[in-house]
């Protein structure tokens, strides 16, 4: 091993294998499983953000509406409690993605995410909900002369179409505010994204769900789906559970409505934690107002400043295993954690030193749109919302409202929306599943190194409404 990696590597050697948010005292004890049989006027499956924004403004809407939630393992144990901490307001995965995919209704889902989250901030002052919730925003942060330009390009068409809140950066302004040798340019969104501990917001949700009535199950994996008379029965391991109605908050786990297992795939992406940074480490790398950062390239990192003084750095690789295979030792990846690691001190050369603390990994579910779907199934009992593509904090909560709209067949503001009534493409079966999103991959690679020039194949993914850009 180089004399470098050597140096990367020693900065693991205390990191422990685990999610450093779920790695708390305040992580509540898990709640029995269902044993025998209940009955409820909604069920709803699945434990992570989701499934638990469903039931709370389910019993937010009508107070008297009998919930059940059953969770496989515990509550926020997954994608909720093991991801960067990123409540984003957009609910199309970005300005650019939106534009390209529902320019006409732009404007709505803007305004929608935005109410979405400042309905968020409302509900954790109103739940007094512990998560260390900012509304810091975030700055997307050029490192490569293209990407200057094309925050530049980003920033006027924000402008063209009135979206306010966006500040574009120099490079003195930017390492003004995070101060880093490699970073040339940024563009702030100022309003649009809030900084949280994402695991306490899971376990302060749960909270909330129980003091409003919502019985809930844990280590209770729903594992089939079928239709009863005027009832929909979901069978557990240790007995059923007869709903009304159903909603399906899963995303990255298969789907009880099979039809809907090819739009996602999984992918597993990593993330590093430091030691709690020095008054001197603090002040050479600034950080004050404590935004979220993103890096510009197709294969970008994402990192955050926490409540202690941690730097959270994470991304870059995204792992798709053949078949969709989703396995606990894919949680962890060493050779991806070194990786990071020397990105991490190539970003910033004046933290040499600084030790990690934690390093882990895990699955999210993205779909060929990159942001979430919706459906029915069983003649409107059920509902569905997936594909989410690592922006779930947020706009989980709007997929809750979309699932319950549908469920109660109401037609609103969500329900007529293109993007609610349309659906991504499904993916191909294998081999071509693997192959298509391995070329992909080598060419966003290479788009990266030849100054953002994307190649023929690249190109035709565009023009498919295939375009990994992120």
């Known amino acids: 091993m180089a004399p470098a990696a050597m140096t990367f590597a020693s900065s693991l050697s205390d990191a422990q294998p685990v999610s450093y948010w779920l790695d708390d005292p305040a992580k509540p004890g898990a709640l029995p499983a269902l044993t025998g049989d209940e009955h409820c006027d909604l069920l709803v499956v699945g434990g992570g953000y989701s499934g638990l924004w469903t039931a709370l403004l389910a019993k937010e809407r009508d107070p008297g509406r009998d919930v059940v939630l059953i969770e496989g393992r515990e509550v926020g144990w997954a994608a909720s409690g093991r991801n960067g901490g990123f409540c984003a307001a957009s609910l199309t995965h970005g300005l650019g993605n939106g534009l390209a995919r529902w320019p006409g209704e732009l404007?709505?889902?803007?305004?929608?995410?935005?109410?979405?989250?400042?309905?968020?901030?409302?509900?954790?002052?109103?739940?007094?909900?512990?998560?260390?919730?900012?509304?810091?925003?975030?700055?997307d942060v050029a490192t490569e002369p293209y990407q200057v330009d094309e925050l530049h390009e980003t920033y006027e068409a924000a402008t063209r179409l009135g979206f306010g809140g966006l500040e574009l950066l120099d490079q003195d302004a930017v390492r003004a505010e995070v101060n880093s040798p490699t970073f040339l340019g940024g563009l702030w969104d100022r309003r649009g994204v809030a900084m949280l501990h994402p695991a306490r917001l899971a376990w302060g949700l749960k909270q909330a769900c129980m003091d409003l009535g919502v019985r809930l199950y844990e280590n209770t994996q729903g594992l089939e789906l079928a239709s009863s008379g005027a009832a929909m029965v979901v069978r557990t391991p240790y007995g059923r559970v007869l709903a009304r109605r159903v909603a399906l908050g899963t995303n990255v786990f298969p789907s009880l409505v099979r039809r809907v297992r090819p739009y996602?795939?999984?992918?597993?992406?990593?993330?590093?934690?430091?030691?709690?940074?020095?008054?001197?480490?603090?002040?050479?790398?600034?950080?004050?107002?404590?935004?979220?950062?993103?890096?510009?390239?197709?294969?970008?990192?994402?990192?955050?400043?926490?409540?202690?003084?941690?730097?959270?750095?994470?991304?870059?690789?995204?792992?798709?295993?053949?078949?969709?295979?989703?396995?606990?030792?894919?949680?962890h990846r060493p050779e991806t954690y070194l990786k990071l690691a020397s990105h991490f001190f190539h970003c910033f050369p004046q933290l040499e030193g600084l030790r990690f603390s934690h390093a882990w990994g895990g699955a999210i579910d993205t779909c060929s749109r990159f942001s979430a779907f919706f459906g029915t199934a069983h003649g409107g009992r059920v509902a569905y919302a997936a594909g989410y593509t690592g922006l779930g904090v947020?706009?989980?909560?709007?997929?809750?409202?979309?699932?319950?709209?549908?469920?109660?067949?109401?037609?609103?503001?969500?329900?007529?929306?293109?993007?609610?009534?349309?659906?991504?493409?499904?993916?191909?079966?294998?081999?071509?599943?693997?192959?298509?999103?391995?070329?992909?991959?080598?060419?966003?690679?290479?788009?990266?190194?030849?100054?953002?020039?994307?190649?023929?194949?690249?190109?035709?993914?565009?023009?498919?409404?295939?375009?990994?850009?992120?």
């Open 107 to 139: 404007a709505e889902l803007e305004e929608l995410g935005d109410r979405n989250l400042d309905a968020i901030e409302a509900a954790v002052k109103a739940y007094s909900i512990d998560c260390d919730f900012e509304r810091t925003g975030e700055i």
């Open 394 to 470: 947020g706009a989980t909560r709007f997929g809750a409202d979309v699932m319950l709209d549908l469920l109660s067949g109401e037609r609103t503001e969500r329900t007529e929306l293109e993007m609610v009534r349309s659906k991504p493409l499904p993916f191909p079966p294998e081999p071509v599943a693997w192959a298509g999103i391995g070329l992909t991959k080598w060419a966003l690679a290479r788009a990266d190194a030849n100054g953002g020039r994307r190649n023929a194949w690249l190109r035709t993914m565009d023009r498919l409404g295939l375009g990994f850009d992120s």
């Open 264 to 331: 996602t795939v999984p992918v597993y992406d990593y993330a590093l934690m430091t030691e709690p940074l020095s008054a001197q480490q603090l002040a050479e790398i600034g950080w004050e107002r404590r935004q979220g950062l993103g890096d510009s390239a197709n294969q970008f990192h994402y990192f955050r400043i926490t409540a202690d003084h941690r730097i959270l750095w994470g991304g870059y690789d995204a792992i798709y295993p053949y078949g969709g295979r989703l396995s606990a030792e894919m949680d």
